[in-house]
């Protein structure tokens, strides 16, 4: 294993090579590797800015470079170097990802007994039309856990508020109900887990570990796609839990009746309580996300700002954040507040572009979706099981990828543009009227 700074040299040393030579020396500078353990960097960086931007920007590239260095590296935890000296009142804590300026030390570290963040509150969570009704099923379970939406499977696109709203269930449930024992995690922890008790032949204790829990939330469960051993154990574990009348609560990024490789069996089980899906934020909810952000960070958001940022900026709300988090960082740099025009640049520079997906890839991924074959959708068959998926695919290009009414014709299977246009038309009125289409056409673009 290379020493920490050996390690973060070449991580340094590689990145340097995609990054501009101005971000590379404002975000990278005066950073190091504090320590290796159990899987975990412990990254110093000089401030809450720095920690943000390099979570939101590039943590991926910086925990891929050093897997590339050390294949036992699995996460990362950044910590403000200024936190560094500081003492833990507990052992059982760790520190978290994100900012944390307003509050106390102890309450930026997530409890290991039950690994629940203490940000993600119902306080903190912002509702707007997209997210309601998650929102309402989560109240209705607060209120009788174990019994009301029992399981609970929350899904939607990364950033989209997942986490946040089961952990405020678990938070809320864990301060008001002081004899339940709540545990939050990953489905890849849950598999790590189950994998380490096989070759340690400690099964038993594992079963009597996960069993004990009043509420048992697993985040990604997406992960467990194709693992039949693991599914099977969780299979069981989620009949005993079910039984006892204990809370259980699921989250994925898509639908499980589209999870490839989930057994049935689990699917009929997630489906016997509530599915709930969490779309992308609409504008209304984006400047509400804005103001309610800005507000915590103690900024000042001028409704001609917001208004441009929740227009401009259509992706997550974590990218919304990361946005935000830039311009706050250079308003205290510049200490001053930002003109439009530097806003607009600055999201110009840094906003993620959006990916750019061909029309092969979208033919692919409506054909999974619907289950027929690729050629059918390229093909003149009027089956009803082909027609609905073909018009979807017309719509999409059209809407979302801005490709002209002609040449879409002319890719699927040379039709002629009137046809096109007519699918086009036929889909958006429907989307009018049809809830069931609408919640289709999100999941079509969330597995996009």
């Known amino acids: 294993m290379l020493d920490n700074k050996t390690l973060w040299d070449n991580v340094l040393a590689e990145n340097e090579l995609s990054v501009s030579k101005a971000n590379f020396s404002t975000w990278f500078k005066d950073t190091f590797i504090i320590k290796q353990e159990e899987g975990i960097v412990y990254l110093s960086v000089p401030n809450a800015f720095v920690k943000d931007w390099l979570i939101n920007k590039y943590h991926k590239n910086i925990l891929k470079s050093l897997r590339t260095f050390g294949e036992h590296i699995r996460s990362i935890e950044y910590i403000i170097a200024k936190e560094e000296g500081k003492k833990r009142e507990n052992e059982v804590f760790r520190p978290i990802m994100g900012p944390t300026s307003e509050l106390p030390l102890q309450d930026y570290y997530i409890n290991k007994e039950d690994n629940l963040n203490p940000r993600y509150t119902f306080e903190s969570f912002v509702v707007g039309p997209f997210n309601e009704l998650a929102h309402a099923a989560a109240q209705a379970i607060i209120k009788n856990p174990g019994k009301t939406y029992n399981p609970f499977f929350l899904f939607g696109n990364t950033g989209h508020g997942k986490t946040h709203l089961t952990q405020a269930i678990g938070n809320h449930i864990k301060k008001n109900n002081h004899g339940k024992k709540i545990y939050y995690v990953t489905s890849e922890k849950f598999a790590q887990d189950y994998v380490n008790a096989i070759q340690t032949n400690k099964m038993a204790a594992f079963k009597e570990k996960y069993r004990k829990y009043d509420v048992f939330i697993m985040d990604d469960i997406q992960f467990l796609s194709g693992k039949e051993k693991i599914q099977e154990e969780l299979f069981h574990l989620f009949n005993v839990m079910h039984e006892q009348n204990k809370q259980i609560i699921f989250s994925s990024d898509r639908h499980p009746n589209v999870i490839a490789n989930l057994e049935d069996r689990l699917k009929s089980r997630f489906s016997s309580g509530m599915i709930v899906d969490l779309p992308y934020p609409d504008l209304e909810s984006r400047t509400a996300i804005l103001k309610a952000k800005a507000r915590a960070n103690n900024f000042i958001l001028n409704d001609e700002v917001t208004s441009y940022l929740a227009s401009s900026v259509e992706g997550n ?56 074959e690729e050629d059918n959708i390229y093909d003149k068959t009027r089956r009803k099981e082909v027609v609905r998926p073909r018009q979807l695919a017309m719509y999409i290009l059209r809407e979302d990828c801005n490709v002209s009414y002609p040449s879409i014709g002319q890719k699927l299977g040379g039709r002629d543009h009137t046809t096109v246009i007519h699918s086009c038309e036929k889909i958006k009125n429907e989307l009018k009227v049809d809830a069931a289409l609408v919640h289709e056409l999100n999941q079509i673009r969330a597995l996009m």
């Open 317 to 372: 709300i974590r990218e919304l954040e990361g946005i935000l988090n830039s311009i706050i960082c250079q308003a205290q740099l510049k200490n001053r507040e930002l003109t439009l025009l530097e806003i607009k640049n600055l999201i110009k520079n840094t906003a993620k572009p959006k990916k750019l997906v061909s029309v092969k890839d979208i033919i692919k991924v409506i054909a999974d979706f619907y289950n027929i």
